[in-house]
């Protein structure tokens, strides 16, 4: 699998780490057996105790983490203090909150003087989730946080470009108090990776990454019947209705485009303006961009950095070209990038038709695509015509109209006058192929318990 820190900075490689043994492999997932037996029967309070050392241990360390993610992915330095914070807080919510979210659940519309039943929440096992490089802490905070807490165990396969902070979140919980195989990193082989989704000890699967991985791990997981959840990224609508309050719109445009360097896969790609101003917007979003500054990650001045590789800046980059050579018209933003390092480009694409292939991908990066629409019908109309549907979000000074706009949208998640985010306590998922499942909030702890019925029944036998 190559597990390799590249800074993207300089691309240079700043150290390599093994593959694990087809044998490590099996005592790490025996490990993770055994525990769930021990680990499913411990209370509420002794893994809430954990979760909270976790929480605590990540923000007084916040420094030593977030550097890991500036130097393995190239985020900036403020995000990546950001997405340590953030990561910690979905750990305290889970702890302060899995016990309520999984109490008994008296069905009352049922119960009479014979029969008094209920749902109760039962782990399921040993969780095996595989996930992406753009939030190297945050994709693991949603899975550990709330699975731990359930009762379950997790076992991680982490992408290769970022082998040392899934090492850090692997010592996070061990640092914690964590038994041993409650938590467990694997820098695992892709032969490994698929053993393990058929292996019958794996109780479900969870896997964040692009279309084509998840349609391989589910079919492998529904081939041994385990349930699957799967966020597969998105082409997000970015909708602004004629009525919308251009420089605030255009300040978040601005953001929920290049957030996280544009690699985010809530991240605003397809800008829906209205024509009556889509000139105005158009020429003010250019002007804003035209003012990224591109540099060392590290560097406070820096609000463009490089992309997470190499090899990720120039796909983005051959993306733009053909979509040019379909006809697209690119508005280049900002100075020309420096040659060393993973950077692309800020640009802007109009002009994009409906035969243009580029009309139905995924931009990874800084790039955006703006459409012009004449009422708020042919907004909708665009904003679902796309294979993907994970957020979206929709800009206008009349709440009900934005509301109205945003039920008929076709993704998991749209925000009103802010771009498509995440926070613990809001449900995070998709529909189409941005996959299925929810992650975070009551939702995301539910998705890999078993909702058992439990019913005391009091008849005399016929």
Partial sequence: MAYITTNPYTNEVVARFPDLEDAQVEVLLAQAVDTFEKWSRTSFAERRAIMKKAASLLREQADHYASLLTLEMGKLAREAQGEVRLSADILDYYADNAERFLAPVPLKEAENKHMRPMIVSDPIGVLLAVEPWNFPYYQLARVAGPQLMAGNTVMVKHSSIVPQCAAAFDKLFHDAGAPAGAYTNLFATRDQLNHLIEDPRIAAVCLTGGE?????????????????????????????????????????????????????????????????????????????????????????????????????????????????????????????????????????????????????????????????????????????DSEFGLGGSVFTRDEKRGVEVARQVRTGMVFINHPTWTAPELPFGGIKKSGYGRELSGLGIDEFVNKKLINVVDIDAP
């Fill in 212 to 384: 084509r991985s998840g349609g391989h791990v589910a079919a492998r997981a529904g081939k041994s019947l385990k349930k699957t959840t799967l966020e597969l990224g998105g082409a997000d609508a970015f909708i602004v209705l004629d009525d919308a309050d251009l420089d605030k719109t255009v300040k978040w445009a601005v953001w929920g485009r290049l957030n996280n360097g544009g690699q985010c896969c809530v991240a605003s790609k397809r800008f829906i303006v209205a024509e009556s101003i889509a000139d105005e917007f158009i020429a003010k979003f250019k002007a804003a961009l035209d003012k990224l500054v591109a540099g060392d990650p590290r560097d406070p001045a820096t609000t463009l950095p490089p992309m997470s590789s190499q090899g990720a800046a120039d796909e983005l980059n051959e993306q733009v070209r053909q979509a040019v050579a379909n006809g697209a018209r690119p508005h280049y933003c900002g100075a020309e990038v420096p040659k060393k390092g993973a950077f692309v480009r800020a640009t802007i694409l109009t002009d994009v038709a409906r035969d243009n292939p580029a009309y139905f991908q995924e931009f990874f990066g800084p790039v955006a695509m703006v459409f012009r629409v004449g009422s708020d019908e042919e907004a909708i109309a665009l904003a679902n």
